[in-house]
């Protein structure tokens, strides 16, 4: 899936983007915490279960048709002068090629593809990718620790909620993932903006609970949503 593929299932406007921004500049002034907000399309390339997802398939469709293969050369002879019996093999050959490439792009369609890896595989690209942009995006280094990432991966329709220390400090973690749970059920909905709207406002008030403004809040962390390229 591409960005631009995102965007377009996203379906959030100009207006949208900005009412997000202002509902995580709203939720920031009530804590010396941050909320950062960020989606992908995906969360890897998944290219190594495509192609071997093809060649199994492919593979398969050679076992079915190899005891075809006197029909095969008999039908060879009929279309070319002097067959000889290696033409069978390269025949073998250019088919089970053609299949594995074909297969490969079948298999890159989101629907087909989100059949043939397995969840475990998803859950933890999901996760690997989160952590990685926590990282990227400075989300680990706040003044105070206590900033939070919200992390949404469209293809595996899967939610991270990422929490600096200080925060998983005085945050169940079972907190985090029933607002997580919230925001995916929405997405599915197809409601983008109230599920970022909403989380937004659910995370702004456990970190106005446990991390109050002292007054001095300066702004660390983009407010926007941020869409991360593939």
């Known amino acids: 899936m591409t960005t631009k593929q995102l965007n377009k299932k996203l379906n ?125 995006s400075g989300v680990y280094c706040t003044d105070s620790h206590s900033g939070i990432l919200i992390f949404v991966s469209w293809f595996e329709r899967q939610v991270r909620i990422v929490a600096d220390r200080h925060i998983s400090e005085k945050v169940t973690e079972d907190l985090w993932n029933i607002i997580a749970d919230e925001i995916a059920e929405n997405m599915n909905g197809g409601s983008s903006k109230e599920a970022f709207l909403s989380a937004v406002e659910k995370c702004g008030q456990l970190l106005a609970e446990n991390f109050p403004s002292d007054g001095e809040k300066k702004n660390q962390l983009d407010d926007g949503l941020v869409i991360l390229e593939n």
């Open 12 to 136: 959030l406007t100009e207006k949208d983007l900005a009412e997000i921004r202002e509902a995580v500049a709203k939720a920031e002034s009530r804590t010396c915490g941050e909320i950062a907000l960020a989606v992908t399309a995906e969360s890897d390339t998944y290219a190594e279960w495509e192609l071997a997802s093809a060649g199994i398939t492919a593979l398969a469709l050679f076992l079915c048709v190899f005891p075809m293969s006197s029909q095969i050369y008999a039908w060879l002879s009929s279309r070319f002068w002097d067959i000889e019996p290696w033409y069978l093999s390269l025949f073998y050959a250019g088919l089970s090629t053609i299949a594995v490439v074909v297969l490969y792009f079948l298999y890159n369609i989101p629907t087909i593809d989100s059949l043939v890896i397995p969840a475990s595989v998803k859950e933890r690209a999901v996760t690997n990718r989160a952590l990685r942009h926590f990282a990227e």
